[in-house]
């Protein structure tokens, strides 16, 4: 009955996990960009009336993010409108907390589904490759535990909206092409397929700043190679002949849709130039890159991180079972499978170099002082913890029976690991920041004096209440507070 139904256990903890991240996510207090973004703050009003950045192509303008308009008008309608309608079922404070929670599950959800299907090349949630391909997946999306070092899913819900969904939007772009070239599923795209992949690259390519440059890495690449196997398989020919017949040769809708994803990344970089968050602090490209490796070496560390032990073994863990994965399939006899899959890992590594030597020319940030964080390498991140699943999945449905148990031994102590360390933690619940709310909601004065015992709807404790204006303003509109009051905390 076991060995039948072996797949529901993976069903339970899968429901558990997703359930438990849920729970988690609703625990996280609230950052410092909502209210300006939401409200939105004058910087920000720029973006959401100029979506594509024309004015910066025309006019030189500057002003913040010009090119994330969709990040900016998922946040803006997002919060102005799901946090009143749970409030039908649950109080103002519970009801963004809620609002907050639904968007990370939904990016945490997108991604595991994603990647499943990635791995599995199955579409029914139900079936037991899925199943399995998922439960692969799922532990390492860490709500705590390595979350500072490896996180998917940030704890701020702005960080969320600019990075995690629309990575998992491009996952969905990519998803088709990727199942063509490691499965050999066919690639057949109906007009509402390219619709749908057209509107997806033109939102994916307008909204995160880790966008372009991974489309820019990916699609050209991928172009480039395609064209160039096609010419050099028509020896013989015109080189002009063979050129323009190889190009043609290249699936319509690769070249369409990776050619128009390129272009839009392009343009997305090019007005991204006039970005002002770029003016708040500047270190020479050269410093930049000095401080790269360092980058590296602390990410991989529990340096810079966190002052809790173990926090920085998220990754070395991660990279480590890559490394035994690649041997094992090494060892294997080959299949096509096997092929594409120990090129996907190789590929990855190229990615992830290219993708670093590229990182510094993004800028500079003074609370990214060695360039490399969580943040800056998600797309690496969820490159590792792809390159794991399809890797594990194939050694699991591959290896011969005596080795395939031992090498699922060691597969679920490893998951294991990462289930046990993301663990809730009380010091890092929003438990002060409600309670700062109830006081602030329950005073009579318009400017009220707080404890300085947690941030409050922002990056630090707020020492000059004129900077909670625009809080204020949004904690009103959200019913939380009956008039906008400002506040200050000592």
């Given amino acids: ?23 988690h996510y609703m625990q996280f207090a609230l950052d410092g960009d909502l209210a300006p973004v939401v409200w939105p703050s004058e910087g920000f009003s720029h973006v959401l009336r100029d979506p594509f950045g ?27 409108h799901v946090p009143l309608w749970l409030q039908h079922l649950l109080s103002p404070l519970d009801s963004l907390y809620a609002a907050c929670a639904l968007v990370k599950i939904t990016a945490h959800a997108l991604i595991v589904y994603a990647l499943a299907v990635a791995v599995s090349n199955r579409t029914h949630v139900l079936h037991e490759h899925f199943l399995l391909a ?8 860490q709500t705590s535990g390595f979350n500072y070092q490896m996180g998917v899913v940030d704890w701020s819900i702005t960080y969320t909206a600019f990075y ?15 199942r063509a070239a490691v499965h050999g599923t066919p690639l057949r795209v109906s007009w509402w397929g390219y619709a749908g992949l057209v509107g997806l690259a033109l ?24 064209w160039y196997r096609r010419f050099a398989a ?3 020919q015109p080189w002009l002949l063979r050129a323009s017949r190889a190009l043609g040769d290249i699936p319509r809708p690769v070249l369409i849709l990776f050619g128009l994803l390129s272009a839009l990344s392009l343009y997305s970089l090019f007005i991204g130039l006039n970005n002002s968050e770029n003016l708040w602090t500047n270190l020479p490209l050269a410093q930049r890159y000095a401080r790269l490796p360092l980058g590296v070496y602390y990410q991989f560390t529990s340096q810079f991180l966190t002052d809790e032990p173990l926090t920085g073994v998220g990754l070395p863990l991660l990279l480590a079972m890559l490394l035994v994965n690649a041997f094992l399939l090494g060892r294997q ?37 060695f360039i490399v964080r969580r943040d800056t390498i998600l797309p690496i991140t969820i490159g590792m913890i792809a390159a794991f699943a399809l890797s594990a999945f194939y050694l699991l449905t591959h290896l011969p029976k005596p080795s395939r148990w031992q090498y699922a031994t060691a597969v679920a102590a490893f998951l294991a690991v990462f289930t046990l360390a993301d663990q809730f933690q009380p010091n890092k ?4 920041e409600r309670a700062l709310f109830t006081t602030l909601a329950q005073s009579p004065a318009p400017i009220v004096r707080l404890p300085a015992t947690c941030t409050m709807m922002d990056w630090q404790p707020l020492t000059d209440y004129r900077k909670s204006e625009l809080n204020g303003q949004m904690l009103q509109y959200w019913g939380i507070t009956k008039t906008p009051k400002r506040y200050y905390q000592q």
């Fill in 164 to 178: 995690a969904l629309p990575l998992a939007l491009l996952l969905l772009f990519f998803l088709p092409f990727f």
């Fill in 54 to 80: 024309l004015r910066v192509l025309l006019h030189n303008d500057r002003y913040p993010a010009p090119n994330r308009f969709f990040a900016h008008f998922f946040l803006f309608e997002y919060f102005r």
């Fill in 333 to 369: 006899q080959r299949t096509p499978l096997g092929t594409h899959t120990l090129a996907v890992l190789k590929l990855l590594a190229l990615f992830a170099l290219i993708y670093l030597l590229l990182l510094p020319l993004g800028g500079y940030r003074s609370y990214r002082e």
């Fill in 1 to 23: 009955m076991l060995k039948r139904h072996w797949h529901y256990l993976l069903l339970l903890f899968l429901l558990f996990d997703f359930g438990y991240s849920f729970w």
């Fill in 429 to 432: 619940s929003n438990a002060c």
């Fill in 203 to 226: 939102i994916v390519s307008f909204s995160s700043p880790t966008i372009p440059g991974t489309a820019l890495v990916v699609c050209p690449a991928v172009l480039l190679v395609g």
């Fill in 234 to 236: 028509r020896s013989g």
């Fill in 134 to 141: 998922a439960v692969l997946v799922s532990p390492l999306l």
